[in-house]
């Protein structure tokens, strides 16, 4: 099934795409989620504009049964008549690919972007390990252990993330005394390399696992912010760390951006990458192991008292953060679109674009569904250079689903 659908998205890409252009397949595997996401990207070809102003339409034609659009765009614009209406023949190629992919647990979408088109497959994976292997990955995953004089160090704006990343770092094992949470604050976002420094020069004989947003922004008033680059923060602080400091730091970048170009600049920077996704009680250890043993090149055998750290917690089987958090967050963002006229939201735009960043970053710790895939992709279609024409019904319709998922 999967490699029907990767067939029949490639061959539509070349077919509708750029002619010579190329078409880019991406593939991840995103081990909290235990999902696999299969992007097919193709440059724009002829009738691109007249598909991006359709807007939702053009998705919902496109995996239709017996419908193939592109035709129906060209007797359009031959003839005049309506861009909407659908010509039926005998395209069924993207319905039976959609089939395939509810057959797997998922779902296919496709995104008529300003320069480039991407259609997505995503459905529940597990990482395949070989009956004659010696060992399990949940086998190894329970082996491992962080050392007890680990300290976990987490920063984040918003204040959701911090819970979460409060839960990811006991779940891991690390104990309320070695945990710190930053970045409720300027000081604390732009202290972040000096407060560092001075933890790892005060303890040189301990490890640090270091949780780093990308996008840490300061809000200076309501038309201004300053957004510090949190992988950049990294850089500078190892740089200024002595080598064998240095090496005591696991540092990862977490970001909702995850495009292979974003996160190799993560990791040029620093030595890993975490994607915002849900924070599951098993799945923590099973993320983390294989990125601190390839820094520090160990294996450690759990405590007896490893679990010590997540029980203090109390929560059920996944971590995940109140109605109430979520709430605020809207509330904020109401309070900065209140005038929802395009001459009062221009001056705002910049520090609402970053706050639908960070609510965006928030959904995707949610549990993955339909409706927060949707809820994602209609945030990325809003955070536009300029204040977007009927961005006050836009918003409703995304609050609306936002407290629908809650």
Same mark, same amino acid.
């Given at each position: 099934?999967?490699?029907?659908?990767?067939?029949?998205?490639?061959?539509?890409?070349?077919?509708?795409?750029?002619?010579?252009?190329?078409?880019?397949?991406?593939?991840?595997?995103?081990?909290?989620?235990?999902?696999?996401? *299969?992007?097919?990207?193709?440059?724009?070809?002829?009738? =691109?504009?007249?598909?991006?102003?359709?807007?939702?339409?053009?998705?919902?034609?496109?995996?239709?049964?017996?419908?193939?659009? =592109?035709?129906?765009?060209?007797?359009?614009?031959?003839?005049?008549?309506?861009?909407?209406?659908?010509?039926?023949?005998?395209?069924?190629?993207?319905?039976?690919?959609?089939?395939?992919?509810?057959?797997?647990?998922?779902?296919?979408?496709?995104?008529?972007?300003?320069?480039?088109?991407?259609?997505?497959?995503?459905?529940?994976?597990?990482?395949?390990?070989?009956?004659?292997?010696?060992?399990?990955?949940? =086998?190894?995953?329970? %082996?491992?252990?962080?050392?007890?004089?680990?300290?976990?160090?987490?920063?984040?704006?918003?204040?959701?993330?911090?819970?979460?990343?409060?839960?990811?770092?006991? !779940?891991?094992?690390?104990?309320?005394?070695?945990?710190?949470?930053?970045?409720?604050?300027?000081?604390?976002?732009?202290?972040?390399?000096?407060?560092?420094?001075?933890?790892?020069? $005060?303890?040189?004989?301990? #490890?640090? @696992? *270091?949780?780093?947003?990308?996008?840490?922004?300061?809000?200076?008033?309501?038309?201004?912010?300053?957004?510090?680059?949190?992988?950049?923060?990294?850089?500078?602080?190892?740089?200024?760390?002595?080598?064998?400091?240095?090496?005591?730091?696991?540092? !990862?970048?977490?970001?909702?951006?995850?495009?292979?170009?974003?996160?190799?600049?993560?990791?040029?920077?620093? =030595?890993?990458?975490?994607?915002?996704?849900?924070?599951?009680?098993?799945?923590? !250890? $099973?993320?983390?192991?294989?990125?601190?043993?390839?820094?520090?090149?160990?294996?450690?055998?759990?405590?007896?008292?490893?679990?010590?750290?997540?029980?203090?917690?109390?929560?059920?089987?996944?971590?995940?953060?109140?109605?109430?958090?979520?709430?605020?967050?809207?509330?904020?963002?109401?309070?900065?679109?209140?005038?929802?006229? #395009?001459?009062?939201?221009?001056?705002?735009?910049?520090?609402?674009?970053?706050?639908?960043?960070?609510? #965006?970053?928030?959904?995707?710790? @949610?549990?993955?569904?339909?409706?927060?895939?949707?809820?994602?992709?209609?945030?990325? %279609?809003?955070? /536009?250079?300029?204040?977007?024409?009927?961005?006050?019904?836009?918003?409703?319709?995304?609050? /609306? !689903?936002?407290?629908?998922?809650?």
């Amino acid at each position: 099934l999967l490699r029907y659908i990767h067939r029949n998205a490639v061959t539509n890409a070349c077919k509708y795409g750029k002619q010579g252009g190329l078409v880019l397949t991406e593939v991840r595997f995103d081990s909290i989620r235990r999902e696999l996401q *299969m992007d097919v990207i193709n440059l724009p070809g002829p009738q =691109h504009e007249e598909l991006r102003k359709l807007g939702p339409e053009a998705e919902i034609a496109v995996f239709a049964p017996s419908t193939r659009l =592109h035709p129906t765009l060209s007797v359009a614009a031959a003839t005049g008549t309506a861009s909407r209406a659908v010509s039926h023949s005998s395209g069924d190629g993207a319905w039976i690919m959609d089939k395939c992919a509810k057959t797997l647990g998922g779902e296919c979408r496709i995104r008529f972007e300003a320069t480039r088109t991407v259609f997505t497959m995503r459905c529940p994976a597990q990482l395949y390990r070989s009956p004659f292997s010696k060992s399990s990955p949940a =086998h190894e995953s329970k %082996k491992f252990a962080l050392p007890p004089n680990t300290w976990g160090v987490a920063i984040d704006d918003s204040k959701i993330q911090r819970k979460l990343l409060d839960r990811l770092l006991a !779940l891991a094992g690390i104990h309320k005394d070695r945990r710190v949470i930053l970045g409720k604050d300027t000081e604390e976002i732009t202290g972040f390399n000096e407060t560092m420094i001075q933890l790892i020069q $005060d303890n040189p004989n301990d #490890k640090f @696992l *270091m949780v780093v947003d990308e996008n840490l922004d300061v809000i200076v008033d309501l038309t201004h912010q300053i957004t510090v680059s949190g992988s950049k923060s990294v850089e500078e602080l190892r740089s200024q760390l002595k080598p064998e400091l240095e090496a005591q730091v696991l540092a !990862l970048i977490r970001s909702a951006n995850d495009s292979c170009e974003d996160v190799g600049l993560y990791k040029s920077r620093a =030595h890993g990458f975490l994607p915002k996704a849900p924070i599951q009680r098993d799945g923590v !250890l $099973d993320m983390i192991a294989p990125l601190w043993q390839e820094r520090f090149h160990e294996d450690a055998e759990a405590a007896d008292d490893q679990s010590a750290a997540a029980s203090e917690l109390g929560y059920g089987e996944d971590a995940a953060v109140s109605t109430s958090d979520f709430v605020q967050t809207l509330e904020v963002l109401d309070a900065l679109c209140r005038h929802r006229d #395009k001459t009062s939201l221009a001056p705002r735009w910049p520090v609402i674009c970053d706050k639908l960043q960070t609510l #965006k970053g928030d959904i995707m710790t @949610l549990h993955s569904s339909n409706r927060v895939t949707t809820v994602v992709e209609a945030i990325d %279609k809003l955070r /536009t250079p300029d204040v977007p024409d009927e961005f006050g019904e836009r918003w409703k319709l995304i609050r /609306t !689903l936002i407290v629908s998922i809650l």
